[in-house]
T-cell receptor, first 111, second 118 residues
Framework: DAKTTQPPSMDCAEGRAANLPCNHSTISGNEYVYWYRQIHSQGPQYIIHGLKNNETNEMASLIITEDRKSSTLILPHATLRDTAVYYCIVRSDNYGQNFVFGPGTRLSVLP | DTGVSQDPRHKITKRGQNVTFRCDPISEHNRLYWYRQTLGQGPEFLTYFQNEAQLEKSRLLSDRFSAERPKGSFSTLEIQRTEQGDSAMYLC????????????????FGEGSRLTVL
């Protein structure tokens, strides 16, 4: 079972920041938070991951709370092409552990 | 394009027929995964290989399903005696078994093979 809880859907206005929350209250010390997204009819695409510190790359920023029980993925200037299902996953650094996907959050970026 | 490729992209078959899907991973990746995805759900893990060894199988992988990766490169997923409940998107992903925390083996997915069983 997925170890995360996400809202089923969210809307965001084009050009605004999209903030996607994720709860992972049972996360353990060696588990990372990963975000993937899936645009319609495509395979999931890696976005970002982090352990404790906030992370930023060219696609997004990941803010992890100090107690690590929740996180937020931020798309700073959402575009119509960011409309997708966003999955938050926790996974340990055991290389044998697999990615367990929940139903994710369906983000709709509106013009 | 050096990404993960899957073939065929779409397959329509009649119940009871056998189908086979092929996945060509990113060439330097030693891990290969199969996932299944039904409408409105996230991908569900089926099985994974490290090189040619099949290291884990989900209980979703019934005895009608078999996966192989004979030379540690491409992989095939065969479904025998298909049922309507097998209709889904079958996703392949590959990753590199890294030795540092900088690369935790993030998954690179293909476009998927969509199966429709009539």
């Amino acid at each position: 079972d997925a170890k995360t809880t996400q809202p089923p859907s969210m809307d965001c206005a084009e050009g605004r920041a999209a903030n996607l929350p994720c709860n992972h209250s049972t996360i353990s010390g060696n588990e990372y938070v990963y975000w993937y997204r899936q645009i319609h009819s495509q395979g999931p695409q890696y976005i970002i991951h982090g352990l404790k510190n906030n992370e930023t790359n060219e696609m997004a920023s990941l803010i992890i709370t100090e107690d690590r029980k929740s996180s937020t993925l931020i798309l700073p200037h959402a575009t119509l092409r960011d409309t997708a299902v966003y999955y938050c996953i926790v996974r340990s650094d055991n290389y044998g552990q697999n990615f367990v996907f929940g139903p994710g959050t369906r983000l709709s970026v509106l013009p | 394009d050096t990404g993960v490729s899957q073939d065929p992209r779409h397959k329509i078959t009649k119940r009871g027929q056998n189908v086979t899907f092929r996945c060509d991973p990113i060439s330097e990746h030693n891990r290969l995964y199969w996932y299944r995805q039904t409408l409105g759900q996230g991908p569900e893990f089926l099985t994974y290989f490290q090189n040619e060894a099949q290291l884990e199988k989900s209980r979703l992988l019934s005895d009608r399903f078999s996966a192989e990766r004979p030379k540690g490169s491409f992989s095939t997923l065969e479904i025998q005696r298909t049922e309507q409940g097998d209709s889904a998107m079958y996703l392949c992903a590959s990753s590199f078994r890294a030795t540092t925390h900088l690369l935790l083996g993030e998954l690179f997915f293909g476009e998927g093979s969509r199966l429709t069983v009539l």
